[in-house]
């Protein structure tokens, strides 16, 4: 049976049996079975799933594999660590990631003035919060706010104009003051399409001139007490753990120097996110070389390492992982609502009493092929589609021929696929390539998977159910946006297959998996269609079915799409209004159309599924 590389990616979150997708904790509901709940209160479209039990999960792995490497290699330093909010602000994530980590040294981490006043409301008291990115006086006198509430913040220096705002804000607003850190410019490099964020060209950082300049600034204005930190972060996703040791050692050795030079309550070394998460469903295409334990354990004893040849205190570690806190907290669930060559069905043949002589030929290799001629038989079919659509450009058949050319050339891939489907023969692997199905689903992939239109990031994805039955179809994946970029096309080194439905008769859903990083504010409205209708599956065992369904967010309604764009929606109801009521059709008529209209406003733009139940 194909599993879709489902022990590659999915770390044991979930599983497969009875032929279904299952959430793997505690009594272990079928994905389908909590979509179906959903759907049966009237949700359609595409639906965003959420575990809070796997964010739980993440940051459990996270702190033992430190602590792990922490013993082992009796470390003196703690461990401490921030969420970078720019990997996934909703509240949704948010807040029941603050909830799981009360008594750990885990905070927030902030980029925006935006997301440091979530930091200021939802970090746990105690717990760290870090700032980056470019500030302004106002973001930075932000940070000595939080301070004066009681907040342990550290607001990193990214240029010595920043640290210039830093020292005029000490003197207007006074203690308690934030803690200051450093981010360094690297010399080695960063990694992986983010590699931008390390470097000598690095976006952020400072030299080590300015470094030095930063230190005398400092002990002029009496803020040295304050740098308690240096921060670097080589990039997201790093596939190869080498870059980070280096790094990690060029930064050690910074640490011991400044600490020499007297930035004595320098303790904390920040060494910023990067730890990758496996998304590849196919053998051999790994995204990272390293497991969790060899990180930390790596990062540990880089460190170690370092200080102890320049005598030094071993550092706190300070770390900024985002993808791999949230990435697999969240599923996207996207029906299927066609496939193209569905049509292709024997019942649509409209065969004539004489028909073209390579068509009644196709029509017997169709009802005689067998294991035995299958390949045979098929190219036989191929060549015969060539001569009859050549024939139709010279006029020679008509369209009905052509359409029945097409039927049967469909229905015998079909027949032959089947026939060898035990089989990994090259001419089918070749042949469901040219005979791509298309799925189209009720969904955007500009608004739920941006990092794949952007980036190329593939995401796993997998039906749902029918996991005890072998998919046959090569498939490629459309969204419901009239843009040619929402396409995932097949691709043979890659190859995704699935199942034979018929979705007029049955529904089919496919899951994407580990969409919790970076997709949700990255995505973006084309066409219109917004942030899917969303829920958390909370896991409970005194309840019946194991799990309750909570924060339901339904996907936002067409008028207050229309409203953020800053349409005067009112005036847009009165003209349509305005509209029927001109028109010439009865007040009967006029009644029943506005009546139409107005339920459509108040619905999501996403497709209602065309199944049997509807
Ligand atoms: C984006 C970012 C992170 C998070 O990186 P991940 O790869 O998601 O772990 C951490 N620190 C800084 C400074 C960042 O810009």
Known sequence: MVDYGIKYWSNDDFIIEDGLVKVNYQNKPALLEIVQEIREKGYKGPLLVRFPHLIHKQINQLFNAFKTAIDEYHYKGSFKAVFPLKVNQMPNFVLPLMDCVQGLSYGLEAGSKSELIVAMAYTNANAPI??????DKEMISLGFIAAKMGHHITLTIEGLNELESIIQVAKELGAPYPNIGLRIRLHSTGTGVWGKSGGINAKFGLTSTELLEAIRRLEDSKLLAQ???????????????????KAIREVGNIYTELR???????????????LAVEYTQH??????????????????????????????????IFIESGRFVSANHAVLVAPVLELFSQEYDEKALRLKENNPPLIAEMLDLYQSVSEKNAIEYLHDSLDHMESLLTLFDLGYIDLTDRSNTEILVHLIIKKVIKLLKHKNHNDIIRIQEQVQERYLLNCSFFQSLPDYWGLGQSFPVMPLDRLNRRPTRSASLWDITCDSDGEIAFDAKKPLYLHDVDVMKEEYFLGFFLVGAYQEVLGMRHNLFTHPTEFSVVFDDDLNKGYEIENLLEAQNILDVLDDLDYDTKEIERILKQRIDDSGISDDDKKEVLGMLYVMLSENGYLRTITKDQ
Do not use: W
């Open 130 to 135: 870090t700032v980056n990115g470019f500030k």
């Open 227 to 245: 740098f308690t930190m240096i921060h670097f972060h080589i990039g997201s996703q790093i596939s190869d753990i080498s870059p980070l040791k």
């Open 260 to 274: 020499k030079m007297g930035a004595k309550n320098l303790t904390c070394v920040n060494i910023g996110g990067g």
């Open 283 to 316: 053998e051999g295409e790994n995204n990272r070389n390293y497991t969790l334990s060899e990180f930390s354990g790596d990062v540990v004893f880089s460190l170690k390492e370092i200080v102890r040849n320049k005598q030094e205190k071993e550092p706190d």
